[in-house]
């Protein structure tokens, strides 16, 4: 028996079982099969499959291929319980890896934690929020930020991320003056702790990544936010903006302190579009309204 007429056997014993659309979607990904239409069933083997999925993947995203694959899957497992196979074809194989969901702070939520952040006088918290948005660093390196970490000659900072890389960001001017601001009308002494961001409940302990949650999600709670606004979200939120925006991925992936441009691609690649510091300033989220 061809493959063409154990697809045919399948969908007419499905139909009607399953709801109209499961067929239809059933149906097409039975259609991704084509180039083995005419081979005997039994002469179809796991390798023969793999090369199908492996020219799909040119055309389709993970996603899609992966639901192909599953629909061969129980087709296949049809034909063993039909006993037209004594194995399926299909029983070794995995789905393909899929690119890591992101789930980033949507920008126009941010900016109104932002905001109200500044209207309320929390110069902190407008702070660590503007460093979040403009840079896209992580929590981490946030929390280690100190105080001679900041070049006020070239408005940079030096942060230490995980891993022990040191990475600077260009601090644009709304961020470098919030941080400023802060630093000298709202901080505790210079002298209590070398770290630019201070516990307001103890001013001489610096903020760990709970506390910094902990804040972003009271702001967010106080707003009736309901988009993701953890420390990684506003890190996704700068980068898709970014690319969004125009910005290379290249140039993202060095912004962001990524050691290679591969680890940039894989998470954000579908968002690419398109001198470093030009761009970044050009091109900021926290500058586009």
């Known amino acids: ?33 084509e180039p083995l239409s005419q081979c005997p069933l039994d002469s179809i083997t796991g390798n023969m499959l793999r090369v199908v999925r492996t020219e799909l993947a040119i055309r389709y995203a993970p996603a899609s291929v992966n639901m192909f694959f599953r629909t061969w899957k129980v087709f296949f497992m049809f034909c063993v319980a039909e006993s037209l196979l004594p194995v399926s074809p299909a029983v070794r194989m995995r789905p393909l890896k899929e690119p890591p969901k992101i789930k980033a702070a949507n920008v126009s939520d941010v900016r109104r934690m932002i905001a109200e952040a500044h209207q309320r006088g929390r110069l902190r918290d407008y702070a660590i929020m503007m460093l979040f948005l403009s840079t896209g660093c992580r929590v981490g390196a946030l929390c280690r930020l100190r105080l001679d970490q900041i070049d006020h000659a070239t408005q940079t900072a030096r942060l230490l991320e995980k891993g022990g890389r040191w990475h600077t960001v260009n601090l644009i001017a709304t961020t470098y003056l919030g941080i400023t601001d802060y630093v000298d009308n709202e901080r505790p002494n210079k002298s209590v702790s070398p770290l630019v961001f201070l516990s ?12 910094v949650m902990l804040m972003l999600r009271r702001y967010a709670v106080r707003l009736n936010i309901t988009s993701p606004v953890n420390p990684h979200a506003f890190r996704h939120c700068f980068t898709v903006e970014m690319l969004r925006n125009g910005a ?42």
């Open 200 to 211: 307001y409940n103890n001013g001489s302990r610096g903020l760990n990544r709970v506390a």
């Open 1 to 33: 028996m061809p493959l063409s007429e154990a697809t045919a056997l399948f969908l007419s014993a499905i139909y009607g079982e399953l709801a109209a659309s499961t067929c239809q979607q059933y149906a097409y990904a039975l259609t991704r099969l």
């Open 248 to 289: 290379p991925l290249d140039v993202v992936s060095k912004l962001l302190g990524h050691s290679s441009v591969a680890i940039t691609e894989r998470y954000y690649a579908k968002w690419d579009t398109g001198t470093l510091r030009d761009i970044h300033a050009r091109l900021n989220p926290a500058l586009i309204s």
